[in-house]
Nanobody, 129 residues
Framework: QLQLAESGGGVVQPGGSLRLSCAAS????????IGWFRQAPGKEREGVSC???????????DYVDSVKGRFTISTDNAKNTVVLQMYSLKPEDTAAYYC???????????????????WGGGTQVTVSL
């Protein structure tokens, strides 16, 4: 059974860092695209970062403008894990963060919720003094 589990959330002061992990089980994530989304209270879930078709040499990475230069997505193939490293965190980064997997065989970046079929349960990130 395909499962995704996020970890690494917590409370951090503005300017701090957190490292989120998305552990995939029940499937080889190299054949999937992985996206990170976040949802703040009262707001729509938005795409944060994605990496398409991990096994492809043409795999692409994308970030929403608000996190470019501060967040980095990477994969640990040996652990079937996708990591979202977050630096210079701001209060507006506060949200529940979710990872998602897509079985669409495309190297193009997938930034929409509808691109993904499988979702983890989320991990909370709170940026506050």
């Amino acid at each position: 059974q395909l499962q995704l589990a996020e970890s690494g959330g917590g409370v951090v002061q503005p300017g701090g860092s957190l490292r989120l992990s998305c552990a995939a089980s029940g499937f080889n994530f190299a054949n999937y695209g992985i996206g990170w989304f976040r949802q703040a209270p009262g707001k729509e879930r938005e795409g944060v970062s994605c990496i398409s078709l991990i096994s492809s040499s043409r795999s692409t990475i994308d970030y929403v403008d608000s996190v470019k230069g501060r967040f980095t997505i990477s994969t640990d193939n040996a652990k079937n894990t996708v990591v979202l490293q977050m630096y210079s965190l701001k209060p507006e980064d506060t949200a529940a963060y979710y990872c998602a997997a897509s079985d669409r065989a495309t190297w193009l970046p997938m930034t929409a919720r509808s691109d993904y079929q499988y979702w983890g349960g989320g991990t909370q990130v709170t940026v506050s003094l």
